[in-house]
Every structure is written in C-alpha cells, then in structure tokens.
C-alpha cells in the first residue's frame, strides 16, 4: 500500500473526528489527529471480523483514553462496524450509538467501557491474562490473538496503570501490545508542568520490551508492530506524536486537547492535506476500499473455526455455558458458629469443583479474605490470581476477563479496601459487567485494627451504585442463596462478609426469600414493630426481640441480605414484609442512613469507630440486646404516650 494512500486513510480519520467534535461542539479532536497514522498502520496488523464482534480468537483493541472517541467511531465506521455516517453526526447527542466516551453494550464494535483515564489499560492486561489462561486451557493453536491498547500521557500518570503493567510484566504477558500516544500535553499544557517520569526506564524495570518510534512514520509504525508481534515480553511501544497533527494553528497545542479545532481551522487543515474544505464526513471511495481490505478477519475466522478439534470445541462449549444446577453447595449445622468469610470460603469451592469457568483471587488477603480455591493451583496455569497489593487495577482486570468470552472471575479484599477499586466497581456496574466482588471484614467487627479498617460509610455507598448488588448474608445459609441468586444475574455483585462467627439460623422464614433481597423472617401476631439487619445485626435483632416481648412490644423481624433487590420489589411485597402499621427500626453496625427509605429510625454508625476487641466495641457503640432494647423501648414509648 503507497504511502500516498497511507496518508490519505490517515487524513480522513483526522477530519472525520474534527468534524464530530465540531459538529457537536464539544469533545477532544486533538488525540484522534495525533493517533491517525498509528491508527492506519494498526488497522493492517488487527486480526478483527466486524460480522462477529464476539468471536473468541480476535485481536483485542482497548481504546484507554476514552476520551478520543472520534479516533474510536471513525476507526469502527471505517472497519466496517455497526456506525453509520449519521451516527458519526449525532456524536454525543442523546440517544446517540456514539455517546462522549466508548461505552461497551451500546455500541457494536466496543470491547469495554474504559472512562476514567488508566482503567483501559488495566483492562487490556485484564484481556491479556484471560487470553494466556485461555491459551493454557485450550494451546496455542487454538488461542493466539494479541490484546492491543492505545493509550496517553494521563493514563500513564494515574497509578491504575502502573499497578496493571507491573503485574503484565510479572506474569510475562508477551500476548500484550501498549502503544503510548507520547504527546506530552495534557488539559493544563506540556506534560512538564507535572510530570518528569522516564517511562521507557520504568516499563525496562517492570520487564517490558521498549520500542521507540516517530508516531507519524508509517515504516517505523509497521516495524514496531511486526517487532511487538514477535516479543516473549509484554511491549510499550513509545510513538512520540505531535496533538492535533494536520491542523494549521492548533498542531501541536494543548488548546486542541479538549475542544473544537473551530470551522475556519479545519477547512484550512482539509486544504493543506488536499481535500475539499466544505465537504464534512467525507470518506473518499478508495479510503473506504483501503480499509475494507485490511478486514480479512472473516476468512481468518473461517480458518481458525475450522482447524478446531471436537475436544476443544467441546471445551469452548463447557466454559462459555455452565451448568450451575452441577454445584453441590456445602451444608451447615443448625445452630453453630460460622464466619460468613468462612461459608464463602467453602462455597467458592464447591463452585469452583462445578464450574471450570469460575476462578479468582485477592489482593494479597486470600488467607484473610478465604478466597483460595484448594488444589486448584496457581494462575496463569491454575485458578487461583495472585494480584498482589493492587486492589484497583485488580478489579479493572477482572472486569475485562470477565467480558473475555468464557470466564467467571472473582476478586477479593477487605471491604474498607473497596475505596481504592471504587472507580472499576462504577464501571463494572454501568457496563452490566458481572464480576463478583467479595469483601470481607464488614464491620466494627474487624476490631483491633481500628478506625482506619472498619468500614463504615460503605455499605451505604455500594447501596446507592445503580445496577449493583451488595450482598451481606446473615449466615451461611443466606450465603449460599445469595450466591444462587448473584450467578444468575447480569450486573455485578458484592459479598460483604464477617470475620466473626455468626449463628447458623433456623430455616423458617415467613414470607419471601434471599432472591427478594429482603423477606419477613420471624412474625407474630399483633406486632408493635418491625426491625429490619443485615449481616451480624439479624441474629441480634432476633434476640432483641426476645428481650423486647418480655417488656411487652411484640417485634416481626426483616432480614436484609440485599438491600438493593429489596429495593426492586412492589409496593405489594414491601408492605407483606414490613407491617406498615408497624414501627420500623433499622440496625447496623454502619452508616445505614439508605434504611430512613423503610424506617422511622435507624440505629447505625456515627463515627469511624474504634481500636479494641469487636465484643468491647459492639458494647461502645450500643449493638447489643441491652443496648438495643432499651432505644427501641425508649423510643416507642415515646412515639406512643
């Protein structure tokens, strides 16, 4: 292909994204200019089919700054994608396919919603280590795809990044290619202003190959991918490029990064590169030609889907399709004193012992958190990840193996730690991205380890997350139904667990279930109140209640695994589970201020608590069946003088 040609594909991408971002008055032109040539080049070494965007063997492309949307549609449009001309004009309007920042499940074409800058290159080594496992589980032959990520200066000085690539260099993730988009701006001006870092010393320390080329010459750009396609090392590729290249004032500008080049600027930019000022969204025909033949992936398809063995068919099969009715959930004693970490501990296994597709790890808390899967080894060969003490790009990774097409992935910390993955969690959530967090340590309980370990605020800020399932069982049993439910549904789910026993509970509930994420579990006739836990605080609510009947207030108790299910239930059910001519008192060893949606009072945390045994601090902070009691008698007597 002429470099003449090369140019021309180059130059429609920029004028492409200058006119969305123009015609929208709003959006970054600068870093899909600066990107073009790269972006040509690469369309020639992807190994993508447009028709199936799902096939399991493609290349893997993460667009880490989410921002450069117009390099994202024009590229897709180009490919042969689902994204038309119009949509390219509606960029950013409502409604749109091609909304501000990529965003997986709206758009045909998006391998995941990266946002905040960094969490797509997490991501890509979360592709990354699903293609190396898969490729041990199924070889070589069947699994060989590169996982590429183009990303900037900003993903590279957020902190996500370097957690994921040290952990790519660690495991020696040679399927992984990183081009940086090494502009050296940023919003406020030159990279300088902040930032001093030697990245290509950095990547050499973390065992990455370096390659360091003129972004804008197409022979360095194809030597670099031929060079990155043949490492035994995850490979940056540095691609020095100039902001907004092609532009006639703005080249080179940090003015270009986030907003429109102007009219006048890019019809003299169009001049200079030889096209027609006044045509906007023009795709000349032997461009579209150009493009259309890079896309051999449906003949490549056709190669790979036909080279495969029925054994690795039928194994394709078994991990993209488990059969949950297979697990044998452990049982436990009625009765008997069972840490919910502890339960988990033992459900994880039997889900694991059931279901190939299902593995894990923690941020160095396995021992802790109980999330090791026995006899199962270690990842990449096994199914236990060590993702060492990097709690955020943990998250972001298993969120793209979780969308890698045939893998259920699980991560785990303690539950104070879910601060530092808050922003993955969020993604995970608007992106229906089903990964199972498990955190643990749930409450003042944590004890000991003071203020600065036991999550207060928490359970509150995961409860307010749209299309996110926080669970926190009360026993082993509720443990078990809540995993029954959390396999079954597309969004993600959390599972808050206690580091202190908690009492096996009888089976006799009155109405609803787990699945309802809240139901009535104990009922007496003519009750005075209704008091409504979740976790450890059921069994004390239960116990209250004893001690309330021998003062004469009669309590119907509400268990509240998942607040967040409960939330989703009708008017109908709500008022079967909660008398509404009831007093309705909510307990939590935490914040718990959502409950005032059910309640007439709450008893939770007010502060951050304390450093001491978890019995001591339960009695400071009021959660016991005296304590308890004596609020709850104080109050309804008088609300009811």
Request: hydrophobic share 40%.
């Amino acid at each position: 292909m002429s470099k003449e040609l090369l140019q021309k594909q180059a130059d429609t991408i920029r004028f492409l994204a200058a006119d969305m971002v123009q015609r929208a008055n709003s959006g970054h032109p600068g870093a899909p200019m600066g990107l073009a040539d790269i972006a040509t080049v690469l369309s020639k070494h992807l190994n993508i089919n447009p028709a199936d965007e799902k096939w399991l063997n493609r290349d893997r492309l993460v667009f880490s700054g989410g921002h450069a949307t117009g390099l994202v549609y024009s590229l897709l449009h180009l490919w042969g994608f689902d994204v038309s001309v119009n949509d390219m004009k509606n960029f950013r309007q409502s409604g749109s396919k091609t909304p501000g920042h990529p965003e997986f499940g709206h758009t045909h074409g998006i391998e995941i919603t990266t946002g905040p800058l960094g969490q797509g290159v997490a991501n890509a080594v979360g592709f990354a280590m699903a293609s190396k496992y898969a490729q041990n589980l199924l070889g070589n032959d069947v699994i060989n795809h590169k996982v590429y990520c183009l990303c900037g200066d900003g993903d590279l000085q957020e902190g996500i990044s370097y957690e994921a690539t040290a952990s790519a260099g660690h495991m020696k993730l040679d399927n992984l290619v990183i081009v940086y988009d090494s502009n050296s701006i940023t919003i406020e001006g030159d990279t300088s202003i902040a930032w001093s870092e030697n990245v290509k010393k950095r990547f050499q320390a973390i065992d990455f190959e370096v390659i360091e080329i003129d972004g804008h010459n197409f022979d360095q750009i194809d030597k670099a991918f031929i060079q990155a396609k043949k490492s035994t090392q995850p490979v940056l590729i540095i691609a020095k490029t100039v902001i907004a290249k092609g532009a006639v004032t703005l080249e080179g500008s940090h003015h270009s990064h986030g907003a429109p080049l102007g009219v006048d600027e890019i019809k003299q930019a169009k001049i200079k590169a030889g096209f027609n000022p006044d045509e906007e969204f023009f795709v000349p025909a032997d461009v579209k030609g150009a493009f259309d033949k890079l896309i051999i992936g449906s003949t490549a398809q056709n190669i790979w889907r036909d080279s495969l063995s029925n054994e690795a068919t039928k194994k394709i099969e078994e991990l993209q399709n488990p059969d949950y009715s297979k697990i044998i959930y452990p049982t436990f004693e009625e009765g008997s004193s069972v840490a919910t970490r502890d339960s988990n501990h033992k459900i994880l296994n039997a889900i694991a012992s059931a279901i190939p597709s299902f593995l894990g790890g923690s941020a160095d808390l396995a021992p802790s958190n109980k999330t090791e899967l026995k006899n199962m080894g270690d990842f990449p060969n096994g199914r236990n990840i060590h993702f060492g003490i990097k709690e955020h790009a943990m998250a972001a990774m298993v969120n793209a193996m979780n969308l890698y097409g045939l893998f259920k992935v699980y991560s785990a910390t303690f539950f104070v730690f879910s601060d530092y993955l808050k922003p993955s969690a969020r993604i995970a959530a608007l992106a229906n991205i089903p990964q199972h967090f498990i955190w643990t340590h749930d409450s003042i309980g944590v004890g000991e380890d003071g203020p600065t370990h036991q999550p207060i605020e928490h359970l509150s800020q995961f409860r307010a997350l749209p299309n996110f399932y926080t669970f926190r069982p009360a026993d082993a049993s509720e443990n078990i139904k809540a995993w029954k439910k959390a396999l079954t549904m597309q969004s993600p789910t959390a599972f808050v667990c206690s580091r202190q026993g908690l009492k096996v509970l009888k089976d006799d509930r009155v109405y609803g279930d787990v699945e309802n994420g809240g139901y009535l579990l104990k009922q007496r006739a003519n009750a005075d109140i209704t008091i409504m836990a979740s976790g450890s605080e059921v069994t004390l609510a239960l116990q209250t209640a004893c001690a309330l009947e021998k003062e004469g207030i009669i309590a119907n108790i509400v268990s509240v695994p998942c607040f967040d299910l409960l939330l989703e239930q009708t008017k109908e059910y709500i008022e079967k589970i909660i008398d509404p001519n009831t007093r309705v008192y909510a307990v939590e060893a935490a914040r718990g201020l959502e409950y005032y949606k059910f309640a007439d009072v709450v008893f939770g945390m007010d502060s951050f608590g304390a450093s001491a045994p978890a019995g001591e601090l339960f009695e400071e902070f009021g959660f016991t069946i005296d304590k308890l009691k004596e609020k709850i008698k104080e109050d309804f007597k008088t609300t009811n003088k």
